[in-house]
């Protein structure tokens, strides 16, 4: 099994990936030992050591080391070896008037092309780290709203089957009643289709819970998950600050660092594209030997190209006008950034305030009425449709419950997945 190999630089930022993805939503990082079971730590730590889309930096982060190396490269030395004046005609048919050179040539670069392309290369490996922790990021992200909404669907099965046994009891009281002459056959023919849809809506969220389960198996590249329940409370929150400070932590995250390492890549595509413009000296040192008199001398020459500095222009303003973009796209992703920001803190303190009303007031109040409908309807006051109208309205306000505790999980996810930071957990 292949991991993940990050850079120094990079361990600091990733292990606080780690720690965002584990304490997104509360959920318990110290889970049972039982192997049905599913955490989200432990979901979190076999996705960063299988998953496919996470190992695809692997081969590119060779690829630019290998071109880093090749940046620190000088000039190639050459080696000429020229011969003159012989296979001709006249006094040149042989070769008692030829001439043989031996040279070495090479180029001497200026304008520190070489701490260009080095820093070049430099950048570009640091973009592509940000890339990656961005990425890692976005997969844990990810992972953790399905594993949230995962989670939900098990609150929903334990919701349906408490529908279920409602359903149950309830008809089962219905036909007492009816055996007793005390209730007609048409109520319980009604409670039979409504224990009916209960099992239904019962089978249908187990399935998919399994789909659920399968979509979590997928990010460490599994098709058949072994687990069956995961752990987590869904209704244990953790402490959001005021969004000022949020948003300012925001601008420093790994989304945001990318735009600023491709603008840094840019500013050394121009640096280098100018060194470019600068021409290179080429030499040449060696020695002739003339065979008509069997003597020798040293040969020099230098070449430096003309009007080479103006062939460049076309590529430069081409690299200016890529680095005016990426400063436009940041601007673009910071205003982006802003309102998803602003949307997850508003919408996470909107859900939580339901959360805390119906767990408060709400639900003790329609368990209440439940237990006092119940009464009354044993001592034959009130009607079966008076009954089952309770119980909906407490079983509705229990999912409105589940529902609200998920979309305040999620935008609390949102919300650590945009600043790259654990929110403080509550006391």
Not at 307 to 326: I, L
Request: proline share 3%.
């Amino acid at each position: 099994m292949s991991f993940i190999r990050l850079s120094g630089a990079a361990v600091q930022r990733c292990l606080s990936i780690f720690a965002v993805a584990i304490s997104l939503t509360s959920l318990p990082v110290f889970a049972s030992s039982s192997p049905l079971s599913l955490s989200l730590a432990k979901a979190t730590a076999i996705t960063l050591a299988n998953n496919p889309q996470l190992h695809q930096f692997e081969p590119k982060n060779d690829a630019l080391v290998g071109q880093r190396e090749n940046s620190e490269l000088g000039p190639q030395i050459n080696t000429d070896i020229e011969l003159e004046n012989f296979a001709g005609s006249g006094n040149f048919s042989s070769t008692q008037n030829a001439e043989l050179t031996l040279a070495l040539s090479s180029v001497i670069e200026l304008g520190s092309k070489r701490g260009a392309r080095t820093m070049l290369a430099d950048t570009k490996l640091q973009a592509l780290e940000y890339r990656r922790q961005a990425a890692t990021l976005d997969v844990l992200g990810s992972l953790t709203r399905d594993f949230i909404q995962a989670l939900a669907i098990q609150e929903y099965i334990s919701l349906a089957e408490e529908a279920r046994d409602l359903a149950a009891n309830t008809l089962a009281a219905l036909e007492n009643r009816a055996k007793q002459g005390a209730a007609p056959d048409y109520e319980v023919r009604r409670a039979r289709a409504a224990l009916a849809q209960a099992k239904l809506r019962l089978n249908s969220l187990r399935r998919e819970h399994q789909r659920g389960l399968v979509k979590l198996a997928a990010y460490w590249g599994e098709t058949a998950p072994k687990w069956t329940v995961l752990e987590g409370d869904l209704y244990q929150f953790r402490e959001v600050v005021s969004y000022e400070e949020l948003y300012r932590e925001a601008q420093s995250s790994p989304a945001i660092t990318v735009l600023a390492s491709e603008a840094r890549t840019r500013d050394a595509e121009l640096a280098l594209l100018k060194t470019q413009s600068i021409p290179d000296i080429n030499w040449q040192l060696g020695v002739r030997q003339f065979e008509n008199s069997d003597d020798t001398a040293f040969v020099a020459g230098l070449s430096i190209p003309l009007f080479s500095g103006t062939r460049n222009t076309g590529a430069v303003k081409a690299a200016r006008a890529a680095q005016n973009e990426v400063v436009f796209e940041q601007a673009s992703a910071l205003l982006k950034m802003h309102v998803q920001l602003f949307e997850a803190y508003s919408q996470r303190a909107q859900h939580l305030a339901a959360v805390n009303a119906y767990r408060n007031t709400i639900l003790p109040e329609l368990s209440a009425s439940l237990r006092a409908t119940q009464q009354a309807y044993e001592a034959g006051r009130y009607s079966y449709i008076e009954l089952i109208a309770v119980q909906r309205e407490l079983l509705n306000a229990k999912q409105a419950l589940i529902e609200n505790a998920a979309a305040a999980s999620l935008n609390q996810s949102t919300i650590e997945q945009l600043v790259a930071k654990p929110l403080t957990p509550r006391k």
